[in-house]
């Protein structure tokens, strides 16, 4: 039985970008995210906090306790690489299911990028504090075995005084303050793209 948490063969990349550098860039960027969410992507592209369910979810729950609950804006999320993307992916799932049950599967997004938007993607600095938690452990467990699996060393980095290039190019963790539209996003799939 495969295991699950492993990205499927035609997402799997970083063989080909990942060096003892790094993660190289393009204007190719890929965001993992929920079955759920692929169709409004595929109709109306990738927006800036654009799971309103989880929000809705979360302003309900805040509400039932007694707090109140003020929105914000998130980002879009971005990695160089679609392995990658699907550990983000697997994370968006797990985190809805437990919220909304159902049989969600990660997907991955390729977005190509004019250069007015590829200009503004940003270095995720921060995601500095999501690494200090589980979850970041995790995630780094995960972007070790990739490492490994490429014969490079392992990450090591200080993440608290870490240069801003190294959450792009070291972790992979990229965002853009801006939407997405459709024409620039497609789902990736096993097929020649």
Known sequence: MPDSTLPPDHL????????????????????????????????????????????????????TIGNSFQATTEPVYLTPSKELAYYWAQQIVQKRSSRFGGHEQPVVFAATLPESL???????????????????????????????????????????????LEYLHTLGMAYINADIDAAHVAVVTAGPE
Do not use: F
């Open 118 to 164: 590829n200009a503004q993607v940003k270095p995720d600095v921060g995601a500095a504090t999501l690494l200090l938690h589980d979850a970041g452990e995790a995630y780094m467990a995960y972007l070790a075995g990739i490492y490994q699996a490429n014969n490079l060393n392992v990450p090591d980095i200080d993440l608290m005084k870490a240069d801003r």
């Open 12 to 63: 799997k990349d970083s063989h080909a970008l990942l060096s003892e550098h790094g993660y190289a860039t393009s204007n190719t960027w890929y965001h993992g995210t929920s079955s759920a969410l692929a169709e409004s992507i595929a109709r109306h592209g990738i927006k800036r906090s654009g799971d309103r369910d989880m929000q809705a979810a979360t302003e309900k729950t805040m509400a």
